[in-house]
């Protein structure tokens, strides 16, 4: 997935990655590297290597098709909403809790060691099932919650690109409410119980993250440590009448991008100063927070590698060509150390973030949301600047693994300064023929990235030209 300004809100996120990187002045060659990978229950494994094996997945998977969530009867249904007394818990613990506390133990454990090394720490929540501590969904009073502002499916949608919630649906508390497939709303009274329930679980996510951050100031090492905070994706909470993350609207695309630099993000802390101070929500919730230093401008997740490979002193792969199937290793992130030092001067409309997403068939089908790859027939691929969002949907071979360029199933394009939840689809409002007809004297070798970012420079343009209401 992609990523647009940093500073977003975590709120509209889900699972959440946390990791540091300590320098200590010592060469980079001798680094210790862990990675925390939640499993079912209790079980927690620390692997030296990146990347989840087959057995992790298949674990991850199994659990979210658990019954672990108690309901009225006394017995445990796979429910979405799934608020649970911590105590009464296998261990009388969590897994995000564990991987925490596992977390602070290995860096309990590196505090006095001269050796560099990279920490990262995946949190599953907010993931569906919302099994969290019960205590977290009594900061946001289900009296205070609002729907989302724009719940209803937009007229002017291409059905190839709703997201029919088939892993929401799924669940044995939603399967009760009778919803119809696949644009069928869920009911008002409902929807507000799942916005209360994911901000819950993000809160409950927060503090975990707390709780590390904490630990660099108790262990001396938040002047040592960079740390970066990021998300794979987002989640629809009702706006195009969606849930889950199966689309490519900015609202599952979007993600926080959150780097702490000593002394160069943040001013290095005089002894005993801390850093991250914690801050307990469950009592301060009111308590408000000041970011003197947000820099708002489109950014990518692949950008994180050839930032923190620089701030490590370490030196990124080569920048990727138009065509790279032949290149054994590059890169197609953009360091983005140098904004950290030389304030932007405002907002740069020519940088963009792409991002796709699979489909099935032209219509929301049940397999819609995670489609097997031989099934895949259409591809969605997006691109976004400050400006607009542009979605062409094509044909899609899932044997060559090519894309069709001129095989277009659909487009949407939201101009974002008046539309900004991307409701109003004016794609339609161009002359497409005489896009598609420029892009045929390209030569076959150019990549589709690069196909796109020209025909959305023609279909901008001309609107910004011609001045077309829309």
Not at 178 to 195: A, C, E, T, V
Not at 241 to 252: H, I, L, Q
Not at 260 to 268: N, R
Not at 337 to 360: C, D, M, V, W
Request: glycine share 6%; net charge negative.
């Amino acid at each position: 997935m992609t990523s647009t300004p940093t500073g977003e809100s975590i709120l509209g996120t889900t699972q959440q990655c946390h990791s540091t990187l300590n320098l200590k002045g010592t060469s980079p060659c001798q680094w210790g590297r862990c990675f925390i990978q939640e499993l079912p229950l209790t079980t927690l494994t620390t692997t030296p290597t990146a990347g989840a094996s087959r057995h992790t997945i298949q674990l991850h998977l199994d659990l979210r098709k658990r019954k672990m969530c108690k309901g009225e009867d006394g017995q445990l249904h796979a429910n979405l909403l799934c608020v649970v007394n911590v105590t009464e818990q296998p261990g009388r613990t969590l897994p995000d809790l564990e991987s925490t506390d596992e977390a602070l133990r290995l860096l309990k454990s590196r505090a006095n060691d001269d050796t560099p090394f990279f920490l990262a720490v995946g949190f599953h929540k907010p993931h569906i099932p919302f099994r969290i501590p019960q205590e977290y969904l009594s900061l946001y009073p289900l009296e205070k919650m609002s729907l989302a502002p724009d719940p209803d499916v937009p007229k002017l949608l291409p059905p190839v690109a709703y997201n029919p919630w088939m892993d929401v649906r799924k669940r044995e508390d939603v399967q009760k409410l009778n919803i119809s497939f696949p644009y069928g709303p869920i009911p008002k009274d409902f929807q507000l119980r799942i916005r209360q329930h994911y901000y819950a679980a993000v809160s409950y996510m927060d503090a975990q993250v707390g709780r590390l951050l904490s630990a660099l100031d108790d262990l001396s090492l938040s002047d040592s440590t960079v740390v970066v905070f990021i998300s794979d994706h987002g989640w629809s909470l009702g706006e195009h009448g969606e849930w889950a993350k199966y689309s490519n609207f900015d609202v599952t695309t979007r993600v926080p991008l959150i780097m702490f630099v000593p002394g160069l993000t943040a001013i290095l802390n005089w002894p005993g100063e801390s850093a991250f101070p914690f801050i307990d929500v469950l009592r301060q919730s009111d308590h408000s927070f000041t970011n003197a230093k947000v820099i708002k401008n489109v950014v990518e997740l692949v950008d994180v590698f050839a930032t923190v490979s620089y701030l490590a002193g370490l030196k990124a792969p080569e920048y990727c060509p138009d065509v790279s199937f032949q290149v054994e290793l590059c890169t197609e992130g953009s360091n983005l150390a140098y904004t950290f030092r030389h304030r932007e001067k405002g907002k740069n409309a020519e940088l963009i973030a792409f991002s796709q997403y699979p489909r099935p068939a032209d219509t929301p089908q049940v397999n819609s949301d995670l489609p097997d790859l031989k099934d895949i027939r259409v591809m969605g691929y997006s691109l976004r600047n400050w400006d607009y969002r542009y979605t062409l949907w094509l044909g899609f071979n899932p044997e060559t693994f090519q894309v069709n360029v001129s095989d277009v199933h659909a487009g949407e394009l939201y101009m974002l300064a008046d539309d900004p939840g991307e409701d109003t689809n004016v794609y339609s409002a161009s002359d497409h023929g005489v896009i598609m007809r420029k892009m045929t004297s390209l030569p076959q070798n150019v990549s589709l990235r690069t196909r796109m970012k020209l025909q959305f420079h023609y279909l901008t343009a001309g609107m910004k030209t011609s001045g077309a209401k829309v």
